[in-house]
């Protein structure tokens, strides 16, 4: 069973910049595709980006060109680095993992969270 452990949230002023990892565990896990969603405050889920076992990557329409995913040699580690973070980037980051999807509904196993906050 892969397990999902994230760091590297924390407080950030609004154009700064932040990286994320998401550290996963288990037999398979390096087969995985993986990903970030984020929740606001009083929002649903959503997609922010997804990168395959061959480094295909996905990307909301929102954090394009912001945002990059990646992972590590070994594949079972991610990243999100975070660039130009605005205000509205302030929300709970979730890792998921999923057998082989990257599309925006993947997300079979789900890490706890992280929390980024951006000041204005």
């Known amino acids: 069973q892969v397990q999902l452990v994230e760091s590297g949230g924390g407080l950030v002023q609004a154009g700064g910049s932040l990286r994320l990892s998401c550290a996963a565990s288990?037999?398979?896990?390096?087969?995985?595709?993986m990903g970030w969603f984020r929740q606001a405050p009083g929002k649903e889920r959503e997609f922010v980006a997804a990168i395959s076992s061959g480094q295909i990557t996905n990307y909301a329409a929102s954090v394009k060109g912001r945002f990059t995913i990646s992972r590590s040699s070994a594949k079972s580690t991610v990243y999100l680095q975070m660039n130009s973070l605005q205000f509205e980037d302030t929300a709970v980051y979730y890792c998921?993992?999923?057998?082989?999807?990257?599309?925006?509904?993947?997300?079979?196993?789900w890490g706890q969270g992280t929390q980024v906050t951006v000041s204005s």
């Open positions: 288990g037999r398979t896990a390096s087969s995985y595709a």
């Open positions: 998921a993992a999923d057998p082989a999807s990257i599309a925006q509904t993947m997300g079979v196993i």
